[in-house]
């Protein structure tokens, strides 16, 4: 069914495992999402960005959605990702999200505390729930760039989800969004974390930036024509880790790009004379599926979460 994340999440923190949360643009991204969580039985989060909704439409992506739930009987959660605003977070919610995230994590932390609970009191009004951000990832985040990470304070996380009510918590211990997460070698805080489990024990956390980055796909794309220098993710094992913590949710889109991007790249390259859209992205559909069952298996542990 189309749920909320409540139940998953709970399931999730009892037995130590996370929920992927995948970006979602097109058919071919959806389906290459869902039919691997039907192999492998797992609950999963679509989640759908500001430039998502301008690009595809909420409601194209929700009627998809209402799709892949009836195909597949799968438990799935929509969600609105960095929502920047009350008036984004509202139209994902008329579109039948099932869930929101309002990202105020670069305002002073009074301010990001007084949107935050305006969306969590909007929001827990028509049965939605509510994903904030505490703390700074490094790197381009909703189109500000932040130069340096802020990770997240703990004593400030448990005032935060105390006066605020939301359901859920983002928070930076390292990670960054896109390819280029470390220059040397990868460094998670994951002291942060652990301290935030002491002090909310139950309460679910989210992790973004969470791409690992497949060497292999970067190679595929290098090889057909790409040009992709110095990209580096989080590795498994981090992630691995930090899903049998109070890890919840674990944020994945770069590698949903890199895989569509060297599976495209190679089909062009194969066939230089065929140009049946369903070729291409045929072949993206089925390298996005391998990846995210690899996912389920190697990073997220949700296998048989339904
Ligand atoms: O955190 C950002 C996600 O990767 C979505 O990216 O805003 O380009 O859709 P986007
Ligand atoms: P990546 O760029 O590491 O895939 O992170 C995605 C994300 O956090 C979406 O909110
Ligand atoms: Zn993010
Ligand atoms: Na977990």
Redesign the pocket.
């Known amino acids: 069914a189309l749920v909320t994340t409540t139940e998953m999440f709970k399931k999730a923190y009892e037995g130590k495992y996370a929920i992927g949360?995948f970006?979602i643009n097109n058919m071919e991204i959806i389906q290459g999402i869902v039919n691997a969580c039907k192999v492998k039985n797992s609950a999963v989060i679509l989640?759908v960005?500001k430039g998502a909704m301008k690009y595809a439409g909420p409601r194209y992506l929700k009627a998809m959605v209402d799709a892949a739930v009836e195909e597949t009987g799968l438990d799935i959660a929509l969600h609105l990702?960095?929502g920047p605003d009350l008036a984004t977070v509202k139209e994902a919610i008329d579109a039948g999200f099932t869930s929101v995230?309002i990202d105020g994590s670069h305002l002073e932390f009074e301010e990001n505390v007084k949107i935050t609970k305006e969306v969590v009191e909007y929001a827990h009004s028509k049965g939605v729930v509510v994903e904030a951000e505490l703390g700074i990832?490094a790197g381009v985040e909703d189109d500000v760039h932040a130069e340096e990470h802020v990770y997240t304070d703990p004593d400030q996380a448990v005032e935060f989800v105390e006066r605020t009510g939301v359901d859920s918590l983002?928070i930076a211990i390292g990670?960054?969004?896109?390819?280029f997460?470390f220059a040397g070698e990868p460094d998670l805080k994951f002291h942060i974390l652990e301290e935030i489990q002491k002090k909310m024990p139950g309460f679910p956390i989210v992790?973004?930036?969470?791409?690992a980055?497949s060497q292999d796909h970067i190679a595929m794309c290098n090889e057909f024509g790409g040009n992709i220098k110095g990209a580096q993710?989080?590795p498994t094992d981090m992630l691995r880790k930090a899903s049998a913590m109070a890890v919840c949710k674990i944020?994945?889109?770069?590698?949903?790009?890199l895989a569509m991007t060297a599976a495209i790249r190679k089909a062009f390259a194969d066939k230089p004379e065929a140009f049946d859209p369903r070729g291409y992205l045929g072949a993206a559909r089925n390298e996005i599926q391998s990846l995210v069952e690899k996912k389920i298996e190697e990073v997220l542990g949700s296998e048989n979460s339904m």
Request: zero cysteines.
């Open positions: 949360a970006n989640q960005s990702d960095h995230m990832l983002a990670t960054s969004h896109g390819a997460k992790l973004h930036g969470a791409s980055v993710g989080i944020n994945m889109d770069t590698d949903i790009r």
